[in-house]
């Protein structure tokens, strides 16, 4: 009976063996399986965090540029907007320049017009009495209500005017008509005005003089058919 009982678990054992064995070749082809797939995760997972460095990094190289690309545009912009702010002003102050010019040349032509028209010339002279001790300061001229002319001296022409000078205060080509001069001087620390009518002619130089004497001015006029006292 022992015999049979033994002959049958042997028998069993032997029919189970194979069954064993082959579980657990499974079990390590699983595991072979199974450490090779997590080891192609990992590499994968690595691959794509590098790709994702990468794209970091360009993105960041792109955003660079575009910055970079963008200051330089908006100082191009900026010189640009220069350039045309001085163009603009450089042909401003080139239109007022030929404006002035164009003046000048009216003026100078309006003068000879009249000049050759009427030949009129008002000249108006200041001088001192050279026996009186008077220091003048200053000197400012009106014809017909405008300012014509200031001057101030200085002791170097205060003993010019002491030594017979005579400064010419206003020249100009004028149509015969009538005329008001108006001189304030300061002599001595004083005021000095004198005003006169006087009439300019055609084809005439008319001269009015004012002589600072005794602290007063005093006119005197006359005429002449050239240019010349």
Do not use: C, H
Not at 48 to 57: A, D, F, G, I, T
Not at 112 to 137: E, M, N, P
């Amino acid at each position: 009976m022992r015999s049979k009982r033994l002959i049958w678990t042997l028998l069993l054992g032997t029919a189970l063996l194979p069954s064993a064995v082959w579980a657990q070749t499974e079990t390590e082809t699983y595991d072979k399986r199974r450490a090779d797939l997590v080891k192609s995760l990992q590499a994968t997972q690595s691959q794509l965090n590098e790709v994702r460095s990468q794209r970091l990094q360009l993105q960041a190289r792109i955003e660079n540029v575009l910055a970079l690309s963008m200051q330089q545009r908006a100082r191009q912009l900026a010189m640009s907007d220069e350039q045309t702010a001085l163009q603009q002003l450089d042909g401003m102050l080139l239109e007022s320049q030929n404006s002035l010019l164009e003046q000048r040349d009216r003026v100078s032509a309006l003068g000879d017009a009249v000049r050759r028209r009427t030949g009129a010339v008002l000249v108006v002279l200041l001088r001192a009495d050279s026996s009186q001790a008077q220091t003048i300061s200053n000197a400012t001229l009106d014809v017909n209500g405008s300012s014509a002319v200031g001057r101030e001296y200085s002791a170097t022409a205060n003993n010019a005017l002491r030594m017979g000078a005579v400064d010419e205060l206003y020249r100009s080509d004028v149509i015969p008509a009538s005329y008001s001069v108006k001189v304030q001087v300061r002599v001595n620390n004083l005021p000095v005005v004198q005003s006169l009518d006087v009439s300019a002619q055609a084809e005439t130089v008319t001269y009015v003089q004012f002589a600072v004497r005794n602290g007063q001015l005093v006119p005197t006029t006359w005429t002449s058919k050239s240019a010349t006292p």
